[in-house]
């Protein structure tokens, strides 16, 4: 058993998250960033990528009241938990992620993570050791289903989020277009990393709906099973 697995991201029309420098930019505004306290606040648990921590430091709360407020009215904690996905646990101990908000907070780490920084991530965060060099995401949602998470929303970045495409964890894609052109080769996409060789290999989508917000489009998908 794994959580149902729902990827946000926000892009540029030419398909990147950030600038080649790693800096978070506003591409999205007011009713899309709404949108995502909303449906961050549905599920159960958030998930980022060491890289997005280190980049952009987000907290992953709830930013809304009202939305707490109906977590907590249907006996929901305030925040849902958050996941970092960080294979050698190098995670700063002063994150926000550790530290704002209450609720639990989960780092995901290889066997190869040191066990000194591992102690000291263990006084702030759940640690779950799962894959021998990097972070084996199919054995770490089974470990977060096990924790009573059945519904997991992803915020980035590319190469976590290319990562559960490749071993078939996506179920749903939400794609916010902005009205901006960023470029840089080497700037974040949506699926980082290696990519796939082969068409039969690509993953497919199915186009549930097409939403005009704010200055751009959001996009929402299913993603098709093989």
């Given at each position: 058993m794994r959580p149902r697995v729902i990827v946000n991201v926000a892009m540029s029309a030419d398909g990147k998250l950030s600038t080649s420098e790693?800096?978070?930019?506003?591409?999205?505004?007011s009713a899309d960033f709404a949108r995502v306290d909303a449906?961050?606040?549905?599920?159960?648990?958030?998930?980022?990528?060491?890289?997005?921590?280190?980049a952009d430091?987000?907290?992953?709360?709830?930013?809304?009241?009202?939305?707490?407020?109906?977590r907590i009215a249907a006996g929901k904690p305030e925040h849902p938990v958050r996941v970092v996905v960080d294979s050698t646990a190098r995670i700063p101990l002063s994150a926000s992620?550790?530290?704002?908000?209450?609720?639990v907070r989960v780092v995901a780490v290889s066997e190869q993570a040191?066990?000194?920084?591992?102690?000291?991530?263990?006084?702030?965060?759940?640690i779950i050791t799962a894959g021998s060099k990097s972070v084996n995401l199919s054995a770490l949602l089974e470990r977060l289903s096990e924790m009573g998470i059945s519904q997991l929303m992803v915020e980035g970045g590319g190469t976590l989020i290319a990562g559960l495409f490749a071993a078939s964890l996506v179920d749903e894609?939400?794609?916010?277009?902005?009205?901006?052109?960023?470029?840089?080769?080497?700037?974040p996409?949506?699926?980082?990393g290696a990519g796939w060789i082969k068409e039969s290999e690509f993953p497919r989508l199915t186009?549930?709906?097409?939403?005009?917000?704010?200055?751009?489009?959001?996009?929402?998908w299913s993603v098709n099973r093989k």
């Open positions: 790693r800096r978070q930019v506003k591409i999205s505004g449906l961050k606040a549905a599920g159960d648990a958030v998930m980022v990528g060491i890289g997005t921590v280190t430091d987000p907290s992953l709360t709830i930013k809304s009241e009202a939305n707490r407020k109906i992620i550790l530290h704002k908000g209450s609720g040191d066990p000194g920084r591992v102690a000291e991530l263990k006084k702030f965060a759940t894609l939400y794609t916010f277009i902005g009205n901006m052109i960023i470029g840089g080769s080497d700037a996409t949506l699926s980082d186009l549930l709906e097409a939403t005009r917000i704010d200055d751009g489009i959001l996009l929402h």
